[in-house]
C-alpha cells in the first residue's frame, strides 16, 4: 500500500569516535532512495537534514563518558521536533543516520501520542549505561536511554521521562555485548534473539513471535543498524562484528514486517562511505528500505 513518507537525514557523529559516519544520509540519496520509493508508488517529501554542529575533537576526551552529552542532546531534540511534524502530518518517518544514537530523539517522536513497538536489528544492543560502558560512546546507549536509564538530560531529551517499556523492545541480530550489557538485558524484560536464535529457530519463525508479541499494538517502529549484517554484505560500518545476519535473511524479515501492515517509522544508521567497498553498503541499505516498504520478487 502506498504510503506518504518524509525522509528525514540525520547526519550526526557524536556518538562515537570515528569519522565518516555523518556521511551516511547523503551516500542514501545518492543511491537513489527517494526516486526508487516513489517508484514503489509512495509519495515522498526529502524534509532535508537535521543542523548538525561541526564537530571539533578534542583528544582529551577519549575515555569521558559525557563527551559529547550536550551536543547530543541538542540534535535529540531537534529530530524529536521533526519527527512529531512529521507525525502530525500522517505522514511516516523515515530517519537517515549517522550513528544509532539518533534513536534517542527518533523513538522519543514516534512513540509520544501511542505506545509503540520498538524492533532494534543490531549487532550491538546498545543497552549501556556511562556506568557498564567500556567506551563512554554514547552510540552504545541510546536503547537503554529510551528505557529510561542513563544521561539525565538524554532520557528527558523531546520530552520527560521512559519513551518505551522495555516490553515493547525487541532486538534482533546481537552477538557483541559488553558484560554490563548482558546483565541489564536479562534482567530488562526486553525480548532478544540473538544470532544464535536466528541459526537455531530462522527469521521467518523469529518474525511470526515479535508479531504476535505485538499484536496489541497499532505499529511499530524499526531501527535498523547496517552492523547487524555480516560484514562480508556490508562493510561500510564502524563497528562490523563476523557472523551477522545474511543478505537474504535481512530482506525476508523487511518483507515480512511490511506484510505485517504495522510498519510506522524507522531508522536507518550507522553507513560509513570512507569504509564501504564500492557503495555496496548503501546499495544494501536502499534495497532493505525498499522491501519494508513493499519491494516484492513477484
Known sequence: MAKPISIIGVPMDFGQMLRGVDMGPAALRYTGLISRLRR?????????DIPIPVRDDDPAMEGMTDRYVKEITRISHDVYKTGCRV???????IFLGGDHAIAIG??????????????WVDAHADFNTPQTSPSGNIHGMPLAVLTGDGHPCLVDAGHP?????SDNVVMIGQRDLDPGEKERIKSSGISIFTMRDIDEQGISAIAAKIMVQFAHLKRFHLSLDMDALDPIEAPGVGTPVPGGISYREAHLLMELLADSGKLGSMDLVEINPILDVANKTSKLAVELILSALGKRIL
Do not use: Y
Not at 42 to 48: L, R, S, T
Not at 161 to 165: F, L, M, P
Open 161 to 165: 521521562g521512559t519513551k518505551i517499556s
Open 87 to 93: 507525525m502530525d502530518q500522517d505522514r511516516m518517518p
Open 40 to 48: 514503489l508508488g509512495h509519495d515522498v517529501k526529502d524534509e532535508g
Open 106 to 119: 527518533t523513538v522519543a517522536s514516534v512513540t509520544v501520542k501511542a505506545p509503540v513497538g520498538l524492533i
